[in-house]
Structures are given as C-alpha cells and as structure tokens.
C-alpha cells in the first residue's frame, strides 16, 4: 500500500509538467511586390487562409502597431528579428512557388501554455479589426 501512494504521488507531481507549455507556430511568408521593390510579408498563425486567387497573399495576415497601422519589414530577415524579439525560435526556411512568383517560407515557433500567450504582443491587420 505504501508503494502505491508513493508512486500515485510520483504520477500526480509529473501531470502538471506535461500539461504546462506546448509548442506553437508561425509562419512568415515572403513574395516580390508586384510593380514595386521589396517583399510582400504575411504571418500565418494558422487561424485564417493566408493565399487568395486573386491577389496571392492576403494582406489582412500583415503585422500591425497597437494603433492598426502596417509595420512595414526590409526583408525577411528584419522579420525574423522582429519574431525572436518577441520571444519566437526560427525552426526552418524553404521556397516554394505560387500562381508564377517565388515564396520565402520562414517558420518559427514558441513555447507557451495558450495560443494567446504565444501571440502576445503580435497583432495582424485581421486580428486588428476583430479587436
């Protein structure tokens, strides 16, 4: 009997750290703007459709300021630096290629209880307007 308490003791102790942070992602995607220079960068979280028939990349899945204004990024890699700023690990970067024009694909993530705490302090045009 003694050995079973103590060993339920052990199992309880050991639950809570399973359950206390996960992994979550993001997934920067870069593209040549049209008739302009630069990249067009979107971030997916995975809670809406970032690619549109029309237009390639959706723009509502840009980064905005608390204000709801665009924060414009140099290049993929300004993104990424603002990304590990915000607590995030870059995991892996590949290209792909959609409706004709090169797509930088750069994925991160962060260890957090909830998807919400993960996020914190990032916000797209989408999430903006929900707010």
Known sequence: MKKLVIFSIGILSFLPMQIQARKYFCEIKG?????????????????????????GLKSKQQLVDENGKEIDFNSM??????????????????????????????????EAETQEEAGKGIMTKESYKKK
């Open 77 to 110: 890699v300004d993104a990424a630096n603002y990304m590990s700023e915000k607590g995030w690990n870059f995991q892996q970067a590949y290209t792909s290629m959609y409706a004709g024009n090169v797509i930088q694909h750069w994925i991160f993530y962060k």
């Open 31 to 55: 593209m040549e703007k049209g008739l302009s220079n630069g990249l067009k960068i979107v971030f997916d979280f995975g809670e809406s459709p970032v690619y549109s028939v029309w237009s």
